[in-house]
């Protein structure tokens, strides 16, 4: 094996043979830069730590401290993934996410 390359643990992160139920939400909006980005959820769970959900499908937990990196690199990867430089992008015929605009 090359030492340049990382290999995540081959082992399932879940327990019971992979299968949870959980009860549906709708989650916390994500919001980076001043902009709402699509298909980012989170979740603040009851011992500090933040559950962030991607596409609803994917979901990793954090310590609070490094939900905020966490989040701000899967706003840009999404951004990326969706035809974008980045989430500021305006080089579509729409922004790839919307400004939030805050009313006191």
């Known amino acids: ?17 992979g299968v949870e139920f959980i009860e549906p939400s709708e989650g916390l909006d994500v ?7 699509p ?16 596409d609803s499908r994917f ?3 954090f310590p609070p401290e490094i939900a905020r990196q966490a989040a701000w690199l899967l706003a840009q990867a999404l951004a990326v ?6 989430i500021h992008a305006t080089s579509k015929e729409q922004p790839f996410a919307p400004v939030v605009t805050r009313i006191p």
Do not use: C, W
């Open 39 to 54: 298909g980012l959820q989170a979740f603040e769970q009851e011992d500090g730590r933040v559950t962030i959900v991607v």
């Open 59 to 61: 979901m990793v937990d």
């Open 31 to 37: 919001i980076v830069e001043g902009r709402k980005i």
């Open 1 to 17: 094996m090359s030492d340049n390359i990382f290999e995540f643990p081959k082992s399932s992160p879940t327990l019971n043979g």
């Open 81 to 86: 993934g969706a035809g974008y430089t980045h």
